[in-house]
């Protein structure tokens, strides 16, 4: 253990704090919950590669990941007789898949057909439906009230629309690793709740821990790329995430940003092939710092607000499209296998001859995702996804 890393784990000792001024104490038996939304539309068609289809091979001249070769770790790896995975992400969440830890759900999204960044991400967010454009609460924020005693968390700049309307949602923003966690007057707030209490020893010490550590990675950015953020900084958020979740959140949201690859998208090499393997990392790292048994008990499911179109555009990249895929990963989940309604991947199966459909509305896959989870009614399930129809796809 360096110092770096004995630090973090001395501030991790420290109970967690709120501006709002709650402790929070988490149910031991609570199953937890990590949603991640990637903003921009990943292309999950070189993340879950159709490699049986020549449709994919015509559709993208200079993109399209290699069919499975054997000595080749340029190639995707066969996960089935139809699906691949893509090689950036294949050493890491390979051995999740061998463990049945991890399953994709392709034709994935929302009935939002607008292809707009904003709409469509606000209307994920929301948990409602297309025609429904009340943002006052989000589906995760809903959740939270259903499940009561299940405290929540974002690793977020500012509290997102999935936790509207749920009163104090405490958020971390992960960028802001390398700066201070708390300024002066806030460290002052936290301190003074704990003032002559047994833990106010414990709480003066974490909250000049948490100061000391951030001012060290300030210093080592700056140096080594000049305020830049690391490539593999979300895997060392990664980390950090499972450190809060693991002893007092049950129910997170992270968004991870840089997916709009219109121009210069890259094959086995290249910015999605960076980002893919900057996010599976982070995920790994996240499974890692849980360890086994607190990974036994969590889910976490990757969504994006849509995918993009299936053929290659002229700059070499990807515009906005519709369906995408999920991943759905945790220690219980039952996974190995590609889950959800399927069509053959092929010119005559697209939408509107552009991109995917979507067979697996999220609301509906979410809401039965919950619903198996957490033992909920179906009355709950309604108040977190208004008139949607759960899908048990008995991914848990």
Sequence with gaps: MDRRQFLFALAATV???TLGGKVFAAPASSPRF??????????????????????????????ALAKPTAGDPKSVR?????????????QTMGPLWDKKQLAFIPFAGTDDLSRSHFETQDNIESG???DARNYASGFMGR????????????????LPLSFRGTGDVPNVSLKGAGKAVFDDRQSKILASMYEGTSLQAAATDGLQLRQQVAQDLQTEMVAASRGAVNARGFAQQGQRMATLMKDKFRLGFVDVGGWDTHVNQGGADGQLANN???????????????????????????VSEFGRTFRENGNKGTDHGHGTTYWVLGGKVNGGH????????NAGSLLQNRDYPVLNNYRDVLGGLMKRMYGLS????????PAAKPRDLQLV
């Design 15 to 17: 109970p967690a704090l």
């Design 34 to 63: 990590l949603l991640v939304f990637l903003r921009g539309g990943y292309d999950a068609n070189n993340l879950l590669v159709p490699y049986s289809s020549d449709f994919y091979y015509e559709s993208r001249p200079s993109i």
């Design 78 to 90: 066969a996960l089935d007789a139809n699906w691949a995975l893509a090689p950036a992400v294949a």
């Design 128 to 130: 409602e439906g297309s």
């Design 143 to 158: 959740l939270s009230g259903v499940l009561r005693g299940v405290p929540p968390i974002a690793f977020t700049d500012a």
């Design 276 to 302: 893919l393997d900057n996010l599976s990392q982070g995920l790994a790292a996240f499974a890692d710092g849980l360890g086994d048994a607190e990974w036994n008990n969590t889910v976490v499911v990757v």
């Design 338 to 345: 590609i889950a959800g309604s399927q069509v053959a991947v």
């Design 378 to 385: 179906d009355a709950d399930v309604g108040t977190v996804f």
